[in-house]
């Protein structure tokens, strides 16, 4: 039993006492860990605490209290490390969540396939053994970030003669080695976010297999569940979500996350942006938005709510399987909301880009607001999710993926 008074407390004096903001990150990171205040929902034995996620958001708020930096955001502590933690050796977790936590390591994503998007279980991308190492071709698509991470999480076929869910096996590349080519795809937003990448021959340690040899379906799994799910703490830290110079002041990197761009590119603060477009542009007095304004509020509200169910223990909780599908479905649904307002107040004016527009940040938003229905399986896999695993409905016709 945790008692949040008592945490606060201790959260409170540890971080009035070791905040300073002109130590370097990487001595500021290597303080929290080793204290055990940077992931405090990790267990112990990995530099944890071992608290409930709703417990952890009292740390975050003392943390944000004396102004200082968050640990490292993104995909590395909200999906590789619980992967990790579920599925990884001792050595693993040892070196992995250590490394992402002080070093800055980050992660990405290296699943979807040309022919293997929703269907991930038809991935092609092969991994042939080799000594102690795996040896892996093949093309992965759609990779964010994989121009600038350190490590991709990919889903191999260490066994072509099992077909769809069997035979694959998750594998931490790491990218920057021969025979990984990162080609950048250019998106609307003018970004070039994500990426193709093709793997020729690269090399993976065969300690770095994650899970079971052929149990690649079972941590692709974990992991689906824990990239729907957007209400997952560990990608909200604070900190930043890529990499930062480990030998900068802290106190600078904190400074920088919190202007009005740094807040954008960390995904907050586009409904502040929407509320200023309303109010400034004076629609705030016309019925139909002041509507569409309010049931978007509503929107929020009960995001929020849903949020605080799924800390909640007992009846309370969503049932099991709802969460990450009702959150991926919410946050486009609401995505697509503040888009469509945000463009409709600004009338002509909507269409205008960079500077031109009333918010450069705000178009940014609405020209990337598409890719929130695909991003982490589409809408209509999130509903076949709930229909099928939740409501108990019958299941969607399947692929055949005997005939290749
Ligand atoms: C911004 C962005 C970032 C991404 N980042 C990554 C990343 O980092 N790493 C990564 O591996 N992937 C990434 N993806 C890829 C993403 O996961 C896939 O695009 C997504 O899973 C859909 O796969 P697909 O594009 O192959 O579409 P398809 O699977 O070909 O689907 C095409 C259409 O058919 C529908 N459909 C397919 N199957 C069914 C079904 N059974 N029932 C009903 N409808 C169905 C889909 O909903 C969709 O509308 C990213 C995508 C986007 C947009």
Not at 303 to 319: I, K, L
Not at 367 to 372: G, K, N, R
Request: charged share 25%; glycine share 12%.
């Amino acid at each position: 039993m945790h008692d949040e008074d008592a945490l606060r407390t201790e959260a409170r004096a540890w971080y009035e006492a070791n905040w300073d903001p002109d130590l370097s990150v990487g001595a500021w990171f290597h303080r929290m860990m080793v204290d055990r205040w940077a992931y405090p929902t990790w267990p112990q034995r990995w530099w944890g605490r071992d608290l409930p996620t709703g417990l952890a958001r009292v740390v975050r708020e003392e943390r944000r209290r004396v102004g200082a930096l968050g640990p490292p955001s993104g995909i590395g502590p909200s999906l590789l490390a619980p992967m990790l933690i579920a599925h990884g050796t001792d050595e693993q977790c040892k070196r992995y969540l250590w490394g992402m936590a002080t070093q800055n390591w980050t992660a990405c994503q290296m699943l979807s396939e040309p022919d293997a998007g929703s269907d991930l279980a038809s991935a092609r991308c092969a991994a042939v053994r080799d000594g102690d190492e795996w040896v892996v071709t093949g093309t992965k698509v759609w990779t964010s970030n994989a121009d600038i991470v350190d490590i991709g999480m990919l889903l191999a076929r260490t066994d072509p003669t099992v077909r769809a869910h069997g035979g694959l096996t998750f594998l931490l590349l790491w990218r920057d080695q021969p025979g990984v080519d990162v080609r950048p795809l250019r998106q609307m937003t003018g970004d070039a976010t994500f990426n193709e990448v093709v793997i020729d021959g690269a090399r993976v340690a065969a300690r770095d297999v994650l899970g079971d040899l052929g149990g690649g379906w079972a941590v692709t799994r974990t992991f689906l569940a824990h990239e729907r799910n957007s209400f997952n703490p560990a990608s909200h830290e604070g900190g930043p979500f890529g990499k930062v110079p480990l030998d900068a002041p802290a106190g600078v990197i904190a400074e920088r996350l919190r202007t009005p761009r740094g807040a954008a590119i960390a995904g907050r603060g586009i409904a502040q942006v929407l509320d200023g477009l309303v109010r400034d542009g004076g629609s705030v007095t016309d019925p139909i938005v002041r509507q569409r304004f309010v049931a978007l509020q509503t929107r929020r509200r009960l995001m929020t709510y849903t949020n605080q169910r799924t800390r909640s223990p007992g009846e309370a909780a969503p049932r099991a399987g709802a969460v990450g599908p009702i959150s991926k479905i919410t946050v486009s649904d609401l995505g697509r909301g503040q888009r469509d307002l945000g463009l409709a107040v600004q009338g002509p004016h909507g269409m205008l880009v960079g500077d031109d527009a009333p918010s450069s940040e705000f178009q940014h938003y609405a020209l990337s607001t598409p890719a929130l229905s695909i991003a982490g399986g589409t809408d209509e896999i999130q509903r076949n999710a709930l229909g099928e695993r939740v409501l108990g409905l019958p299941g969607e016709p399947k692929p055949d993926t005997t005939s290749r």
